[in-house]
Nanobody, 127 residues
Framework: QVQLVNSGGGLVQPGGSLRLSCTASGYNLNYYAIGWFRQAPGKEREGIAC????????NYVDSVKGRFSISRDDAKMTVYLQMNSLKSEDTAIYYCAADFEVLCLPSPPHKDDYQFWGQGTQVTVSS
């Protein structure tokens, strides 16, 4: 059973940066694709980025492309989401998720395809 812990959220001004972490335990993260999702109040949980097993592929939705960057350090069992040029519309709870079978494709990651989830971390972008 893979267990994921999200961290790194907080309050940041528009234009600022945050780095979210997703740290795994219980299994070798190297074999799992990781997706990042977010959920704003009153909205559906949306997939925004993914990275394939061993970093084989990386994909982003248009709303974060060029501003967010996903990376993984399998030795530390951690996946990162570097978020730059943050906007108020990025305010949401951010979750990471892992799955052994899913592929990281150019289409947005879908929450139903991921089996293991972190607890989420709040990101608030406000002046």
């Amino acid at each position: 059973q893979v267990q994921l812990v999200n961290s790194g959220g907080g309050l940041v001004q528009p234009g600022g940066s945050l780095r979210l972490s997703c740290t795994a335990s219980g299994y070798n993260l190297n074999y799992y694709a990781i997706g990042w999702f977010r959920q704003a109040p009153g909205k559906e949980r949306e997939g925004i980025a993914c990275i394939g097993a061993s970093g084989s592929s990386r994909n982003y939705v248009d709303s974060v492309k060029g501003r967010f960057s996903i990376s993984r350090d399998d030795a530390k069992m951690t996946v990162y989401l570097q978020m730059n040029s943050l906007k108020s519309e990025d305010t949401a709870i951010y979750y990471c998720a892992a799955d052994f079978e899913v592929l990281c494709l150019p289409s947005p990651p879908h929450k139903d395809d991921y089996q293991f989830w972190g607890q989420g971390t709040q990101v608030t972008v406000s002046s």
